[in-house]
């Protein structure tokens, strides 16, 4: 069964930074490009960034840019999102989300998700 | 970066109706468009991939239409189990949009 769990948010004020994880398992991670997608509670949801299987291709919303950075470790099936310089406009619900085919970067629909960790940027 | 509009936002139907939602993207996407369905405090589920090809597991009653900058999803019989809210999304290009979102109230 293949499960996604993130973990790492929290309360934090404004210009700080925040590390989210996702640990994957059920699925042979390496094979798949993984992506971040936010939501603010009762709003739509938002892609922010994903990373290809091998960590060869990497992007990121314009909204985010520059201050997140995504990485993956396939040895410990593990996603994470760096969020540096938080604004109060980064507060929602963040999903680790797994890309459909293996293999392919830009064929990026997602048949997996998380529950969310919840990120709330505040004074 | 590509725009995906849907429509309505919000749809009142009954159960057994036919139900149509209709998403546009701002330029071309060809078939690379995608369907989700997320319930409340839920996370989204995929419906459709590549504009027409049903997820595996996904009711026969859910289909998916159009290429280029058009793309419906319909529900054939609503069931009192598709209360909802339903997204598309484009992956013709980074960065990935979704739409706003149709609510579907039974």
């Known amino acids: 069964e293949v499960q996604l769990v993130e973990s790492g948010g929290g309360l934090v004020q404004p210009g700080r930074s925040l590390r989210l994880s996702c640990a994957a398992s059920g699925f042979t991670f390496a094979e798949y490009g993984m992506h971040w997608v936010r939501q603010v509670p009762g709003k739509g949801l938002e892609w922010v960034s994903g990373?290809?299987?091998?960590?060869?291709?990497?992007s990121y919303a314009d909204s985010v840019g520059g201050r997140f950075s995504i990485s993956r470790d396939n040895a410990k099936n593990s996603l994470y999102l760096q969020m540096n310089s938080l604004r109060p406009e980064d507060t929602a619900l963040y999903y680790c989300?797994?890309?459909?085919?293996?293999?392919?970067?830009?064929?990026?629909?997602?048949?997996?998700w998380g529950q969310g960790t919840q990120v709330t940027v505040s004074s | 970066d590509i725009q995906m509009t849907q429509s309505p936002s919000t749809l009142s139907a009954s159960v057994g109706d036919r139900v149509t939602i209709t998403c546009r993207a701002s330029?071309?996407?060809?078939?690379?468009l995608a369907w989700y369905q997320q319930k409340p405090g839920k996370a989204p589920k995929l419906l459709i991939y590549?504009?027409?090809n049903l997820e595996s597991g996904v009711p026969s009653r859910f289909s998916g239409s159009g290429s280029g900058t058009e793309f419906t999803l319909t529900i054939s019989s609503l069931q009192p189990d598709d209360f909802a809210t339903y997204y598309c999304q484009e992956y013709k290009s980074f960065p990935l949009t979704f739409g706003g979102g149709t609510k579907v109230e039974i």
């Open positions: 990373i290809s299987w091998n960590s060869g291709s990497l």
């Open positions: 989300a797994k890309s459909t085919p293996r293999y392919n970067w830009n064929d990026a629909n997602f048949d997996y």
């Open positions: 330029q071309s996407i060809s078939s690379w």
């Open positions: 590549k504009a027409s």
